[in-house]
């Protein structure tokens, strides 16, 4: 018949568990499609960030900068705050450069509140908002440290 010698495949069955395994990953693809494509499911990442921006938004309260007056370590820390993420556009001392002069009279305002939502939500045409890197409390000290600066 036919004998060569030579191992031959014959009518071997495929072991249950890669059907298994094989059938389980088709049924998981199918539903992953079908959940998480936005044309299909309307579920969308973009729609659950701006949801969590908002509601963060809506707990992120600012308090005063007053709230550190006068307290000279939490001024210290302000400084350092500005030093590392303010400095580069609106120079060491706060005197403007590529960034205006935060000492002198604001475009936006020049009090505490107008300062902080300045610092964290941003302004047009150049100024980033910083809340999501430094935080409310961290923004309230560069605050507390340039309200030092313009009484100087």
Same mark, same amino acid.
């Given at each position: 018949? =036919?004998?060569?010698?030579? $191992?031959?495949?014959?009518? =071997?069955?495929? $072991?249950?568990? /890669?059907?298994?395994?094989?059938? +389980?990953?088709?049924?998981? !693809?199918? /539903?992953?499609?079908?959940? &998480?494509? $936005?044309?299909?499911?309307?579920?969308?990442?973009?729609?659950? &960030? *701006?949801?969590?921006?908002?509601?963060?938004? *809506?707990?992120?309260?600012?308090?005063? +900068?007053?709230?550190?007056?006068?307290?000279?370590?939490?001024?210290?820390?302000? *400084?350092?705050?500005?030093?590392? =993420?303010?400095?580069?556009?609106?120079?060491?001392? +706060?005197?403007?450069?590529?960034?205006? =002069?935060?000492?002198?009279?604001?475009?936006?305002?020049?009090?505490? %509140?107008? !300062? &902080?939502?300045?610092?964290?939500?941003?302004?047009?045409?150049?100024?980033?908002?910083?809340? $999501? %890197?430094?935080?409310?409390?961290?923004?309230?000290? @560069? @605050?507390? &440290?340039?309200?030092?600066?313009?009484? *100087?």
């Amino acid at each position: 018949m =036919n004998d060569t010698g030579e $191992p031959q495949e014959g009518h =071997n069955k495929i $072991p249950a568990g /890669w059907l298994i395994f094989f059938f +389980a990953a088709i049924i998981f !693809l199918i /539903w992953y499609v079908v959940s &998480y494509t $936005p044309a299909i499911s309307g579920w969308s990442f973009y729609d659950k &960030y *701006k949801k969590e921006m908002a509601s963060a938004a *809506k707990t992120e309260t600012a308090a005063p +900068a007053s709230k550190y007056a006068g307290d000279e370590k939490a001024i210290g820390e302000g *400084k350092e705050i500005f030093a590392s =993420n303010c400095a580069a556009c609106h120079n060491a001392d +706060a005197t403007g450069g590529i960034g205006p =002069n935060l000492i002198a009279e604001l475009k936006y305002g020049s009090t505490e %509140q107008d !300062l &902080y939502i300045s610092a964290a939500k941003g302004r047009p045409n150049g100024m980033p908002g910083f809340l $999501p %890197q430094l935080g409310s409390d961290r923004i309230i000290k @560069v @605050v507390a &440290y340039l309200e030092k600066l313009r009484k *100087k």
